[in-house]
């Protein structure tokens, strides 16, 4: 009778450190770049002079730019084809405040900057 109960004992204690390791191991963690801003692409520059602009809906910790700051961006340099409302994720090289002209036909940024895209 003692024999069982250690080894019913010996298993609980083994079995159920294995089965939360292997069911914490199919956990999904967010994989985003902790230098990365994810941000919504708000404007598209389609041949009517207006800037290409994102809008940052989650900044990174410690950086300079908020939530909501908009800054334009070069769509070239992303790999794919991008629409009006895509989210994406990208590192701020450099920015500075927007300065110069604004019409009303446009929306313009708080800022202009060099953005690198990050791989998803």
Same mark, same amino acid.
């Given at each position: 009778?003692?024999?069982?109960?250690?080894? *019913?004992?010996? %298993?609980?204690?083994?079995?159920? #450190?294995?089965? %939360?390791? %292997?069911?914490? @191991?199919?956990?999904?963690?967010? $994989?985003?770049?902790?230098?990365?801003?994810?941000?919504?692409?708000?404007?598209?520059?389609?041949?009517?002079?207006? #800037? &290409? *602009? *994102?809008k940052?809906?989650?900044?990174?910790?410690?950086? &300079?730019?908020?939530?909501? @700051?908009?800054?334009?961006?070069? #769509?070239?340099?992303? $790999?794919?084809? =991008?629409?009006?409302?895509?989210?994406?994720?990208?590192?701020? =090289?450099?920015? $500075?405040? +927007?300065?110069? #002209?604004?019409? @009303? &036909?446009?929306? +313009?940024?708080?800022?202009?900057?060099q *953005? $690198?895209?990050?791989?998803?």
């Amino acid at each position: 009778m003692k024999s069982k109960k250690l080894k *019913i004992l010996f %298993l609980a204690l083994f079995l159920l #450190p294995l089965c %939360l390791l %292997l069911l914490g @191991a199919g956990c999904e963690k967010d $994989e985003r770049d902790s230098f990365c801003y994810q941000g919504k692409v708000i404007t598209l520059n389609l041949g009517d002079g207006c #800037p &290409n *602009i *994102i809008k940052i809906t989650e900044p990174v910790e410690n950086g &300079n730019l908020v939530k909501n @700051a908009t800054i334009s961006f070069n #769509p070239d340099l992303y $790999e794919g084809t =991008l629409k009006v409302g895509d989210v994406v994720l990208f590192k701020v =090289l450099e920015y $500075e405040q +927007w300065v110069g #002209p604004a019409t @009303a &036909n446009c929306l +313009w940024p708080e800022f202009t900057g060099q *953005i $690198e895209f990050c791989n998803k």
